[in-house]
């Protein structure tokens, strides 16, 4: 029978875990998370700066999602090895910013919301397809043999 304690020291999980230690301490991987930390946090509180609070289904669907996105870059800048699953989820919701505009009911869609959501959902849509290539084997060498 198999313990939690014995999955611990799996070889495969160990050398897993090591990989993703590595990815996380890159240069770009701490790029693309504080960016991705940056944009969400903007994200959040983009309607008040630019200027559309007064629009209330962006402006909650601008705070949660920026919210959401500053959540997952604090968890990939902290424990890379256990969010790794996860890191297609920013690119996802860069996604879901870009169209939020048009698809979100309401009069929404101004010429301030749509520049706004358009940048800076391409932005986290970039940085999470980065993230996510983070955790992907460079090679088939790398992958099992």
């Known amino acids: 029978m198999t313990h939690p304690a ?3 020291r799996h070889p495969d999980l160990v ?6 230690e590595i990815a ?6 701490q790029l693309a998370e504080g960016l991705t930390l940056l944009s969400g946090i903007y ?6 700066i630019v200027g559309f609070a007064n629009r209330g289904t962006i402006t ?4 949660i999602t920026g919210l959401a996105v500053a959540a997952l870059a604090l968890g990939f800048s902290s424990a890379f090895g256990r969010t790794h ?3 297609w989820v920013p690119a996802v919701l860069g996604a879901w910013t870009i169209i939020a505009p048009w698809v979100i009911s ?4 101004t010429t301030r919301t749509i520049w706004n959501n358009v940048l800076v959902g391409a932005l986290i849509l970039i940085l999470g397809l980065v993230t996510t290539s983070l955790g992907m084997p460079r090679g088939m060498g790398e992958r099992r043999k």
């Open 6 to 8: 014995d999955i611990e």
């Open 15 to 20: 050398s897993m875990r090591a990989r993703y």
């Open 24 to 29: 996380a301490e890159s240069p770009i991987a």
């Open 43 to 48: 994200l959040a509180i983009s309607p008040w």
């Open 60 to 63: 909650m669907n601008n705070l």
């Open 85 to 87: 699953g996860i890191a």
């Open 106 to 109: 309401g009069n929404v869609a």
